[in-house]
């Protein structure tokens, strides 16, 4: 993708996205953060840029963790629509995250703030391991 005319160094397209299948009335959640290249770019290969946008999926990856989580609660019962109650919820705090990111961190340009954010992002990860 060749990079759009904007005053960003990088970006990166991330979404979370929620599936539910089931059989006879009880249901089963699965949540997954994906990367998509086609809408990403980057103008210089920074290793700091790359860090910053590595963030951002890791900031996916930790809400569709928290996502699973919440909906792990209700696997195997007749939910119906609690799955897309409990995702929006958290959608919506994701991006307040991301959004909340890129301003502290000035887009990657404030070292110190980027360090913390990476910091903090990375132990939360661990508080909310894979499939907890």
């Known amino acids: ?11 990166s397209e991330t979404t979370i996205e929620y599936s539910v299948f089931g059989k006879d009335d009880k249901y089963f959640p699965t ?7 086609g809408g990403s770019y980057i103008r ?3 290793a700091s840029m790359l860090l910053h946008e590595q963030t951002h999926f890791d900031i996916a990856e930790l809400y569709s963790r928290i996502i699973q989580h919440e909906l ?16 929006d919820k ?17 887009h990657g340009t404030d070292l110190e703030a980027e360090t913390t954010w990476e910091k903090n992002v ?5 508080k909310w391991p894979i499939g907890g």
């Open 90 to 106: 958290y959608v919506v705090k994701w991006k307040q995250d991301e959004q909340l990111f890129d301003k502290e961190t000035k």
């Open 1 to 11: 993708m060749q990079p759009p005319k904007t005053k960003w160094a990088s970006e």
């Open 44 to 46: 210089s290969h920074d």
């Open 72 to 87: 792990k609660i209700y696997q195997g019962t007749p939910f119906r629509d609690k799955p897309e109650q409990v995702y």
């Open 122 to 126: 990375a132990d939360a990860l661990v």
């Open 31 to 37: 949540v997954l953060a994906s990367f998509n290249p």
